[in-house]
């Protein structure tokens, strides 16, 4: 029977701490609140016991940030889409940022396994002075254990109502996607990270985050192909390609690490999860 799981993580300012409410439906957790950089920014790990998505699974994550708080969210390990006989197996995201609150969206990646008929689905929606920043990896097949994705579909959807929206069909018999110059490259780790502000930065701003991510790109792992960009003025975007996603990851953490420090005056404090 397919599983239909729902959670509801809500961050609210309590004077000078960030605090949690979180409701759940089905095999979905959230790990207790944790505090490494002060009481001001929340750091929380959701977790899916079962592992993984079969055909017909459903996840469905809320987060909202109230004004002025600060949440750091990761997970323990990949969400693995299985191979499928027909039915659609979706992770959806919705990500709630109000003003004054800064919400980090970092969990490990997605591998779509062969044959799987994946949707990977995320939506932001960023008041004025609001702040986001997070990522979204993906592996396709996994070449290290000699499981080619030959076979299987992932749809892979990111969007900012009105501002930004990217979204992907990689069907595994599309050759000319996978492996053309034009497309992934023969890559099979593909990642996106961004920092997107409800309010646009001055030009002098932009380009000083814009200078950072790209000096954090130059320090990237052989084999690792990235570029940074802005598209919109209250959005930075980060793209990169690896032929697996160890390095990709590494990379990405590196520029998550230097834009905090650019953008929020914050240290690079990783979740503990991380280092597990």
Known sequence: MPWH??????????????????????????LKSLYPEGEGICHNVVVHPPGGLVGGDTL???????????ALISTPGATRFYRSDGPEA????????????????????????PDC?????????????????????????????GQAFTQGRLLQEMQWPGVWLERALIDAGDT????????????????TLWLARGTAWPDARREALLDAARAALAEAASGVHAGATSP????????ALAPQVEPLMATLQRVWASLRVQ?????GTAPRIWRV
């Open 117 to 145: 008929q994946a949707r990977n689905a995320l939506t932001m929606d960023i008041e004025p002075g609001g702040e986001c920043l997070g990522w979204d990896v993906c592996a396709l097949g996994l070449p290290a254990a």
């Open 263 to 267: 953008a929020w005056a914050l240290g």
């Open 90 to 113: 979706a992770q959806r995201v919705h990500l709630s940022v109000a003003e004054g609150a800064r919400l980090e969206w970092l969990p490990l990646e997605a591998i779509a396994y």
């Open 60 to 70: 469905d994550i809320r987060v909202r940030a109230e004004p002025g708080a600060h």
């Open 176 to 191: 000319r996607l996978l492996d053309s110059p034009l497309g992934l490259a023969g890559q099979r780790a593909l990642g």
């Open 232 to 239: 919109d003025p209250r959005l930075l975007v980060v793209r």
């Open 5 to 30: 799981a729902h959670l509801d993580l809500s961050y609210r300012r309590d004077r000078e701490r960030t605090t949690l409410q979180h409701r759940h439906d089905g095999p979905l957790r959230i």
